[in-house]
């Protein structure tokens, strides 16, 4: 019994300890956000401050903008209020959701929101024009002061509200590439606009619009009031184009407004080769050190004139090819040539096969190699040599055999 007492003694003293204990450390929060929020403060104080300090607008566009009055002080105020500075041609006022304000009480350490409103009348000009709101206590001793500038820019002519450019208007390469123009588009309203895009281009020819750096593809965008976007035009010929020069126009519209962009792709047609023998057969029999001889066409498979063909090989050591012509100065789009190729083989060389390259080079990175295979054989006249040899051993032998009968 006396053991129960004790426990239940116990546990209420630490109850009560604990219990002061979370009062103390509250009490020393609060005393810290009190000092933290309170003590730095001044006994009076006050400031006015709008969003923002200068604004550019259009020619009859009115400005309107919130004005805090903030009272840094730790008693209550009345801020009497003031546009002192007001440009001709200009109404101005500080508003409330229903009236119109000239004095508004605020409390310590608080802060109150007005709308500052400027509105032009017709003959405002473009131009910079400030406007200046004062604000005091009530007894005179504490005062604060705004100043706001507003630019009215130049009225833009029509269709000039926003404009397209491209660095690179004209692009050339061959048909079987691809041509990416890159338009930049700047809204120089105040507001978000969409635009769309649309082309004119040759039959058969294909173009695309992108966001710059993407590759997604887009009919319209929006750009946000005072920026500008970058939009790549992909150009794509058909594969049997000529080469000329070939003229697209590009639309980029917003509303009832609309640019034209002119674009020109300069085709210079396809550079291509081809190369082989007549028969289609890729092998040629030689003698070792003598010439051997084989035809070699070339055909100009592309849609351009090819000029200035070249011929390379690539042989074994001490091999010599020789072209007949050494060079074509010019082939006609679908024309072929025939060249005389010799090829001989080194005086040392053995009895088997060997590759042999001949390279047809042309424009622009035209090119085309054939591979020879050449089978070196020993001459006839070795061969006839030989049997002469085998006629001699065999009648030697015959002889040989007689003589010995005889004995």
Known sequence: ????????????????????????V????????????????????????TEFSGVVVPPGEAVRMELTADNKGKRDEN????ISQIPKGWRASLKAPSFTVDAVPVPATKARTLT????????????????????????????????????????LAAGEDFTVTTSYPVLQGQTDAKFEFSLEVNNKSEADRNFNLSAQAPVKWEINFKPAYEQKQISSFRIKGGSSQTVAVEVTPPKDAQSGSFPLLVSIASGEK????????????????????????????????????????????????NKNISFS???????????????????????????????????QALVGDYSVGLSVDGEKGSSKTVEIRVSVKTSA??????????????????????WLGRR
């Open 258 to 305: 609309k640019q034209d962009v002119k674009l020109t792709v300069v085709l210079t047609g396809i550079y291509k080769l081809d190369a082989g023998t007549p028969t289609g057969l890729l092998s040629l029999e030689a003698l070792a050190g003598k010439p051997a001889n084989m035809s070699l066409f070339v055909k100009n498979t592309g849609s351009a004139v």
């Open 381 to 402: 006249a070795w061969g006839w040599v030989g049997i002469f040899i085998i006629v001699l051993v065999i009648a030697g032998l015959g002889g040989l055999f007689l």
């Open 1 to 24: 019994m006396r053991r129960g007492s004790i426990g239940l003694k116990s546990v209420l003293f630490l109850s009560i300890l604990i219990l002061f204990s979370v009062a103390g």
């Open 79 to 82: 801020f009497l209020m003031k």
């Open 26 to 49: 509250a009490t020393v929060l609060a005393q810290s956000d009190k000092d933290r929020d309170v003590l730095p403060r001044p006994e009076r104080g006050i400031a006015i401050y």
């Open 313 to 347: 090989s690539f042989k074994p050591e001490n091999w010599k090819v020789e072209f007949k012509p050494e060079k074509i100065e010019a082939l006609e789009s679908g024309a072929m040539k025939q060249v005389e190729v010799i090829i001989t083989s080194a005086g």
């Open 116 to 155: 500052f409103l400027a509105e032009p009348d017709k003959t405002v000009k473009p131009g910079n024009y400030q406007f200046q709101v004062d604000a005091q206590t009530e007894d005179g001793k504490f005062t604060s002061t705004q100043k706001i500038n507003v630019t009215v820019r130049e009225k």
